[in-house]
């Protein structure tokens, strides 16, 4: 009997003992969960210092019937069937995409990066914002940047991340993308165009430069293909 009456009172001694260290370490972590201070990265906006650069009110552009681009806006003969004008033009065509020129204003902030690799498919994206939303497009092609377009084979559209958007700001920033010269003096027959229109409050900009090897606008531009979800690698042979 004696011994039955110890082995109880030690059950309820444990009991008694853990319940309460239980308590006592709920009510610790409680405590410090709900004065420790929570950490989040958030981007600031990004004002870009070089807008409204060289950028044309859309107002006032005009375009050839057909064209996505400003009049002679890549100099040379682009009254041509072979002008880039119109070789820009047939892809983004051929991808569904519409003018910017046609919206006369109405676009808040729209960006859209045209991918014409010689010998790959061809590639865009386009990333805009509407109101606190923003919002990403990946398009490609089964042609050649440097032959025929194709048809249509990837159009994803997705939410994205408002740190992505003020992000690819930034970068837009670093390159001075608004005061931009469109054009510049390299050319080749080989490697690919890399072509980046910019809306923003009613103005309008593109840039476009043959195969960047390095430097902040080509940085930009291969942000928007990794957040795209185009899969293309930076080692890859197919970055060029």
Excluded at 68 to 95: C, I, Q, T
Excluded at 152 to 170: E, H, W
Aim: net charge negative; with cysteine.
């Amino acid at each position: 009997m004696r011994s039955l009456l110890v082995r109880v009172t030690v059950a309820l001694l444990t009991f008694v003992v853990g319940t309460l260290c239980s308590f006592l370490a709920s009510s610790f972590v409680t405590h410090r969960t709900s004065t420790e201070e929570v950490t989040l990265t958030i981007i600031e906006p990004v004002v870009p210092t070089c807008f409204p650069g060289v950028s044309l009110p859309l107002r006032e552009i005009g375009n050839k019937e057909g064209s996505y681009f400003p009049v002679n806006a890549f100099g040379g003969r682009e009254d041509s069937k072979y002008s880039r004008a119109s070789w820009y033009s047939k892809h983004l065509k051929a991808m569904g995409e519409t003018s910017y020129l046609n919206s006369k204003g109405t676009l808040f902030e729209d960006y859209r990066f045209l991918w014409l690799r010689s010998f790959h498919h061809p590639v865009s994206v386009r990333i805009w914002r509407v109101d606190d939303e923003t919002f990403i497009t990946l398009k490609e092609l089964n042609g050649a940047g440097g032959y025929e377009p194709g048809r249509l084979i990837v159009n994803r559209t997705r939410q994205l991340n408002l740190n992505d958007y003020q992000t690819f700001n930034q970068l837009l920033e670093n390159a001075c993308f608004w005061n931009l010269p469109t054009s510049d003096a390299l050319m080749g027959n080989d490697g690919a165009e890399w072509i980046l229109e910019g809306v923003r409050h009613g103005r309008y900009h593109v840039v476009d430069r043959w195969s960047p090897g390095n430097g902040d606008y080509r940085e930009a531009c291969l942000y928007l293909l990794k957040i795209s979800g185009a899969g293309i690698d930076e080692e890859s042979q197919e970055l060029y």
